[in-house]
């Protein structure tokens, strides 16, 4: 303001152009301190921001690892607390190499397969999901390969380094016939089973072997429906050996002590 006002009273001849110049030196010294200023805020506001640490992921966070008080820097190796992120979260699982071809039939086609997550017991559906890329290479050690699905995992069932069972559903067979998995053996002349022939003794059949799944092994060839395999003991048998049927227990016979039998109720599936 006193600037303008000397500049026209300076213009009118009324003060020397000294005062006018002494005074925008002035002004623009006034200026330099604001500058000054205004770099000391944007300096203090910048450290402020180091006063909040922004997670550069959503995800659940576990335990602290440094105590209020603590001094930390940001080369510090354990860091604050560790991020895990659960929405979505891979599951990373193994099936044998000679269900891969089926696998990557149902790959490219257009709908992705899905994929449950069970828990241990195999009894209840943790999550489902879909399967999302397979490995580039079978493990030579086990003759499996490495597939990965994502699940949404909005509930948060799923957590990390969980062990679960996985189930895919990649086809469907109707009318196969399937054997206990514990009948199929492996021999120098591929895969058989036991046949046990209605005088109690066995024979050795060669097979032709399916899919496996939910501990039962499709047979593809060697076996008709309604023949009998042998599932326990099998590593004592031979050719032409005798056996004993054992039993099934009667799931409808009443209980001991004359109880009534309970009913049971048929689900649909």
């Known amino acids: 303001i006193d600037l303008d006002r000397y500049t026209t009273l300076f213009k009118q001849d009324s003060i020397a152009k000294q005062q006018v110049d002494t005074q925008a ?5 006034y200026e330099g301190m604001i500058r000054t200023d205004q770099s000391a805020i944007d300096n203090a506001k910048l450290q402020l921001t180091y006063a909040r640490i922004t997670a550069p992921i959503a995800g659940r966070l576990g335990l602290r690892l440094v105590d209020p008080g603590n001094v930390v820097h940001a080369s510090d190796q354990n860091g604050i607390v560790v991020i895990t992120q659960l929405e979505p979260v891979a599951v990373v699982f193994t099936i044998p190499q000679d269900s891969l071809p089926a696998i ?12 449950e997550a069970w828990d241990r017991e195999m009894k209840t ?3 489902t999901g879909t ?7 079978i493990d030579p050690t086990t003759g499996t390969v ?8 909005p509930d948060g069932t799923l957590f990390s380094n969980q062990f679960v069972n996985t189930r895919m559903l990649v086809e469907t067979r109707k009318d196969q016939t399937a054997v206990p998995s514990a009948a199929v053996q492996r021999g120098a002349q591929g895969m058989y089973v036991y046949v046990a022939k209605d005088d ?3 024979t050795v059949r060669q097979v032709k072997v399916g899919p496996v799944d939910a501990g039962l092994t499709e047979i593809d060839g060697g ?15 031979r050719e ?3 056996i004993e049927t054992a039993q099934r227990p009667n799931l409808d016979a009443p209980p001991p002590g004359g109880g009534k039998k309970g009913s049971r109720k048929k689900g649909s599936g």
């Open 25 to 29: 030196a002035l002004v623009r010294q």
């Open 104 to 115: 990557m039939r149902t790959l490219k086609g257009a709908q992705k397969p899905g994929v």
């Open 125 to 127: 559906k943790l999550a």
């Open 131 to 137: 399967l999302i890329t397979v490995d580039n290479q």
């Open 146 to 153: 490495k597939l990965k699905a994502e699940f949404a995992n």
């Open 200 to 202: 109690n003794t066995v």
């Open 223 to 237: 076996l008709q429906p309604g023949e009998r395999v042998v599932t326990d003991g099998v590593d004592r048998l």
């Open 240 to 242: 032409g050996a005798k």
